[in-house]
């Protein structure tokens, strides 16, 4: 078998950020692409409807703010997660009300298949399972 790949062996990413960002329906695709080109491997989108107390109008400037949301997942390294974090923030137009979220999240550990030339830039180690 030319894989090296052993069927007991787990590779867990331990050193990672999953940056999550709520914005308005349409907006993901930019967001991601701006990601992208800032070195993220690739996002996770989802629709959502949201709902709050400024679900009609955004305070005294009487925007309307749509319900309809996209989510979007991106886990990057943590070394890339304040640089990643910045270029999100930007290309979201989350300076402006009524755009959108985003946060951080430390994620204590990931797993999924990961080339070993890819897992030797974030932190890994190796996890017998039965």
């Known amino acids: ?40 491997q690739g996002a996770t989108i989802f629709h959502a409807r949201g709902t709050g107390i400024r679900q009609k109008h955004l305070g005294i400037l009487g925007l309307t703010v749509n319900s309809e949301k996209e989510v979007i997942y991106i886990v990057v390294p943590s070394e890339q997660a304040d640089r990643m974090f910045e270029r999100i923030f930007v290309s979201a137009k989350l300076d402006t009300p009524g755009m959108g979220i985003l946060w951080m999240t430390n994620l204590e550990k990931m797993a999924t298949y990961v080339p070993h030339e890819v897992a030797a830039r974030f932190g890994v180690h190796t996890e017998r399972h039965e």
Request: cysteine-free; glycine content about 4%.
């Open 1 to 40: 078998m030319s894989n090296s790949h052993n069927a007991n062996e787990l590779i867990v990413l331990t050193d990672v950020v999953l940056l999550t960002a709520i914005v308005q329906r349409g907006a993901a695709d930019l967001i991601v692409q701006a990601a992208q080109e800032a070195g993220a």
